[in-house]
């Protein structure tokens, strides 16, 4: 979250942008945008915690190997404390990113916190994404915000971000979805039994869809790619990003071949996975993707 000492003149009288820990945004690049970031609840046998702050993506990898932690929304108290700080440091506007609805219920949350609020206007949005997914439809909102894009003409390049926003993942095991109730039980057993990778996505609704599947680790990468390139449209800009969990080294390999694959992007956004979501999807994830920007 932005302190007294990253205000600036530029940021007051400005539009905030709010998003959740889920959206996985680098803490340089939130510090650097000014972004305000909701972080998700983990509750896990010693005790509850908040993501980003006080628990990260290692400690869920250890505790997933004798219980599966549970999240929960960002808790009320760290809702009206973000407004009333965002409120303190003179902005009048905000916009809010968050997790997808079909995840979560952070959205209606804060939708629900938000239209409480006096002296401060919220435009809450379902990103219908996970991750990097989100963090890229937040940061580009920053980028606008500090190119002097007003409010109204924000709102529509967020609504249209949303659509243009594809972020491919790959989970190394089916089985922490299933146990958190994300995918059925007969699903995750056929794909573990398999040994089959799958490659998720979001759909329209933001609701996890198999986007495709492969048979051994060596072969995530090419189909990561390969799906991201089919989405190249030329003369359109655009962004790239790539995220890992647990996965640093094939995460930078993939990054380099991405670059290759589609030189000439505006930006390129790496993430890590956090705590919230690494309770699902564990560690060995990498993740790569495109957002156009018109």
């Given at each position: 979250m932005p302190t007294e000492e990253t205000r600036t003149e530029k940021?007051?009288?400005?539009?905030?942008?709010?998003?959740d820990s889920c959206a996985d945004v680098p803490q340089e690049l939130a510090e650097k945008h000014h972004l305000f970031i909701l972080p998700m609840g983990i509750?896990?046998?010693?005790?509850?915690?908040?993501?980003?702050?006080?628990?990260?993506?290692?400690?869920?990898?250890?505790?997933?190997?004798?219980?599966?932690?549970?999240?929960s929304t960002p808790s009320g108290a760290d809702v009206e404390d973000t407004f009333a700080e965002i409120k303190r440091q003179g902005?009048?506007?905000?916009?809010?990113?968050?997790?997808?609805?079909?995840?979560s219920g952070t959205v209606n949350h804060v939708r629900l916190a938000a239209e409480e609020l006096e002296g401060l206007e919220v435009e809450v949005y379902d990103s219908r994404q996970a991750s990097i997914g989100i963090g890229v439809i937040a940061l580009q909102a920053a980028a606008y915000i500090e190119e002097g894009m007003n409010f109204e003409e924000l709102k529509k390049k967020i609504r249209r971000l949303?659509?243009?926003?594809?972020v491919f993942f790959s989970i190394d095991?089916?089985?922490y979805l299933q146990k958190g109730g994300r995918i059925g039980k007969a699903a995750a057993l056929a794909g573990m039994l398999l040994d089959i990778k799958p490659i998720l996505s979001f759909d329209a609704e933001g609701e996890i869809y198999t986007a495709a599947k492969v048979r051994t680790r060596k072969q995530?990468?090419?189909r990561l790619l390969q799906l991201v390139e089919e989405?190249?449209?030329?003369?359109?800009?655009?962004?790239?990003v790539v995220a890992d969990g647990g996965a640093p080294a094939e995460r930078e390999a993939l990054e380099r071949r991405l670059t290759e694959?589609?030189?000439?992007?505006?930006?390129?956004?790496?993430?890590?996975?956090?705590?919230?979501?690494?309770?699902?999807?564990g560690s060995g994830l990498l993740g790569a993707g495109i957002q156009y920007l018109d």
């Open positions: 940021t007051i009288g400005k539009i905030a942008v709010i998003t509750t896990c046998s010693d005790g509850e915690y908040r993501d980003g702050i006080d628990i990260h993506a290692e400690d869920i990898y250890e505790k997933l190997k004798t219980e599966l932690p549970k999240s902005y009048t506007k905000a916009v809010a990113i968050l997790l997808s609805g079909g995840l949303i659509k243009e926003t594809k095991t089916l089985e995530v990468e090419k989405l190249k449209e030329e003369g359109r800009p655009y962004n790239l694959l589609l030189p000439g992007s505006r930006r390129l956004y790496r993430a890590k996975i956090g705590a919230a979501l690494s309770i699902y999807l």
